[in-house]
């Protein structure tokens, strides 16, 4: 960051302000209609990202890639300490305090990347990494902070409803990352070059953001110290939260790295890559829907209201990935990646698709739970699954490995078997009132219709992925709509909803509240 965008004011005490009025002519669907056409193309962009580090690298470095990219993922929410979702709020509430948030912000993040490197570095040896792994970790992390710098711009534009202006941040720094990665790939300079590659494309970003922040009138960017202990002590209500969120991927990728051959961690690796992509649909309704429950979680009937219209499309599509995935994982594995070199990933992507029907009903759970100012409750189920996934893993991925070959398989069935812990925790925190039973009826009519739509398919003849996938969400569809799961008129009020104007509609869904993921 340039330090002469950057001016200094006074170390006052920060006094609470008065929320602004909301945007005029800001509307969920316009702000919805970006975070979808966002992930959208940096989905795309990503999956021929991986695509291209997979087939080049091969199964072992794009392991290693997946490994240091989770302590560099690990690191950067710690430094983040929570003060993207609490700067989103603030700017929400106080849209002439976006300068000073987004500035001092930026000198946050800017020291805290500076400090955290040694700690990366010192946890990757403890964990008795090679020389070559710590060094990449660290350097991973350092060559970050461009990006992680752009996406702290966020603060901003999701504040004022500038939806576009984040995601163009975010597909500027994806094409770049694969343009770069891609010449440094055909240069052959391998892991390190690719590396380096997305150190430059957050440059890119960077460059990016602070053009388009000139669009948005909130002043120039200032530093605070008084602001800055108000961004930590805010943030710290929120970072317990983001932290269970993400401590997950970071012990899955130390354990299976130090329990399995670095291949079988390039296998899961993949599989992970697609699992992000197929959680795409659910994080984008949530986020969708928590400024509406939360404006209305003071009114328990009107709340009830918000969940149900966001209750049944999340479960249908729930349902619908879940089997999908189950069925055709194997054709995304060969498609994507090869299958000569990740052909073990596919039954990894296949029985991540149990758990992928219950992620999409917990993120909505967990946003409501959010709106309702819940969310310590929301941490406590969250910290149990961790404990229990852990302890899970450290049989389940050996014991795999032995009987498969495929340790990734542990950390999956592990997976599957948290979310079922979370769903019941979260579904138990639920106030009542907020149609705890139809929540149930709902998730068995999706379970029931994926449970037949696959029963169905397996009877069949095989058919080709061009036949298979549509003829799956014809008859998927079919059984939901007999079952009364989905409804003609819950689709009207569905788009009802994301007509109406919403001047605070910019804030993320409630289990996004960390860093944007790393490339």
């Known amino acids: 960051m340039n330090s002469s965008n950057v001016q200094r004011v006074p170390e006052t005490a920060a006094s609470p302000s008065v929320p602004a009025e909301p945007v005029q002519g800001a509307s969920l669907a316009r702000n919805a209609l970006h975070l979808v056409t966002g992930q959208v193309l940096t989905m795309v962009l990503g999956v021929v990202f991986s695509a291209a580090l997979g087939r080049t690298l091969g199964a072992g470095d794009f392991g290693l890639y997946f490994v240091i990219s989770s302590f560099a993922a690990f690191a950067l929410v710690v430094v983040d300490w929570g003060q993207q979702y609490f700067g989103i709020r603030e700017v929400a509430r106080a849209p002439e305090r976006g300068g000073e948030l987004l500035g001092t912000g930026l000198v946050l993040r800017a020291v805290g990347t500076a400090l955290v490197c040694l700690p990366t570095g010192l946890s990757a040896w403890a964990l008795g990494y090679d020389r070559r792994t710590i060094v990449f970790a660290v350097a991973f992390v350092a060559l970050n902070l461009p990006l992680f710098l752009a996406q702290n711009f966020g603060v901003v534009f999701r504040g004022r409803d500038r939806m576009g202006l984040d995601a163009t941040v975010s597909v500027t720094n994806r094409a770049a990352g694969l343009v770069l990665a891609l010449g440094a790939l055909g240069l052959g300079l391998g892991l390190g070059g690719v590396v380096v590659a997305q150190g430059l494309a957050g440059m890119?970003?960077?460059?990016?953001?602070?053009?388009?922040?000139?669009?948005?009138?909130?002043?120039?960017?200032?530093?605070?110290?008084?602001?800055?202990?108000?961004?930590?002590?805010?943030?710290?209500?929120?970072?317990?939260?983001?932290?269970?969120?993400?401590?997950?991927?970071?012990?899955?990728?130390?354990?299976?790295?130090?329990?399995?051959?670095?291949?079988?961690?390039?296998?899961?690796?993949?599989?992970?890559?697609?699992?992000?992509?197929?959680?795409?649909?659910?994080?984008?309704?949530?986020a969708a829907a928590f400024p509406r429950l939360s404006r209305s979680a003071a009114d328990p009937a009107a709340f009830r209201q918000e969940l149900t219209l966001a209750r049944r499309p999340m479960i249908w599509m729930a349902g619908l990935a879940g089997v999908g995935t189950w069925l055709f994982a194997d054709v995304a594995i060969h498609v994507v990646y090869g299958q000569r070199a990740f052909g073990p990933?596919?039954?990894?992507?296949?029985?991540?698709?149990?758990?992928?029907?219950?992620?999409?009903?917990?993120?909505?759970?967990?946003?409501?739970?959010?709106?309702?100012?819940?969310?310590?409750?929301?941490?406590?189920?969250?910290?149990?699954?961790?404990?229990?996934?852990?302890?899970?893993?450290?049989?389940?991925?050996?014991?795999?490995?032995?009987?498969?070959?495929?340790?990734?398989?542990?950390?999956?069935?592990?997976?599957?078997?948290?979310?079922?812990?979370?769903?019941?925790?979260?579904?138990?925190?639920?106030?009542?009132?907020?149609?705890?039973?139809?929540?149930?009826?709902?998730?068995?009519?999706?379970?029931?219709?994926?449970?037949?739509?696959?029963?169905?398919?397996?009877?069949?003849?095989?058919?080709?992925?061009?036949?298979?996938?549509?003829?799956?969400?014809?008859?998927?569809?079919?059984?939901?709509?007999?079952?009364?799961?989905?409804?003609?008129?819950?689709?009207?009020?569905?788009?009802?909803?994301?007509?109406?104007?919403?001047?605070?509609?910019?804030?993320?869904?409630?289990?996004?509240?960390?860093?944007?993921?790393?490339?």
């Open 204 to 286: 890119v970003a960077l460059a990016m953001a602070l053009r388009l922040y000139r669009r948005v009138d909130t002043g120039p960017l200032q530093f605070s110290a008084a602001t800055a202990r108000e961004i930590l002590t805010g943030g710290t209500a929120i970072v317990t939260m983001t932290l269970t969120s993400n401590v997950q991927p970071y012990i899955d990728a130390v354990l299976l790295s130090r329990l399995v051959p670095k291949d079988a961690v390039g296998w899961y690796a993949a599989a992970k890559s697609i699992m992000g992509t197929l959680l795409a649909p659910s994080l984008i309704l949530g």
């Open 345 to 519: 990933a596919g039954i990894i992507l296949s029985v991540f698709g149990i758990g992928l029907f219950l992620t999409f009903i917990d993120v909505l759970l967990g946003t409501s739970l959010t709106a309702l100012g819940r969310s310590t409750a929301f941490a406590t189920v969250k910290v149990g699954a961790v404990v229990l996934g852990s302890a899970l893993e450290l049989w389940l991925i050996p014991h795999f490995q032995a009987r498969t070959g495929n340790g990734g398989l542990g950390v999956v069935v592990s997976l599957v078997l948290c979310e079922g812990l979370i769903f019941a925790g979260l579904l138990i925190l639920m106030p009542r009132g907020t149609a705890r039973l139809g929540i149930l009826a709902d998730t068995a009519r999706a379970a029931g219709a994926a449970l037949g739509t696959a029963l169905l398919l397996r009877l069949l003849p095989p058919l080709s992925p061009w036949l298979g996938i549509p003829f799956c969400v014809l008859v998927y569809s079919a059984v939901t709509a007999a079952l009364g799961l989905l409804r003609r008129s819950d689709l009207l009020a569905l788009r009802r909803m994301l007509g109406r104007t919403s001047g605070r509609s910019s804030q993320t869904s409630a289990v996004e509240t960390g860093p944007a993921p790393l490339p």
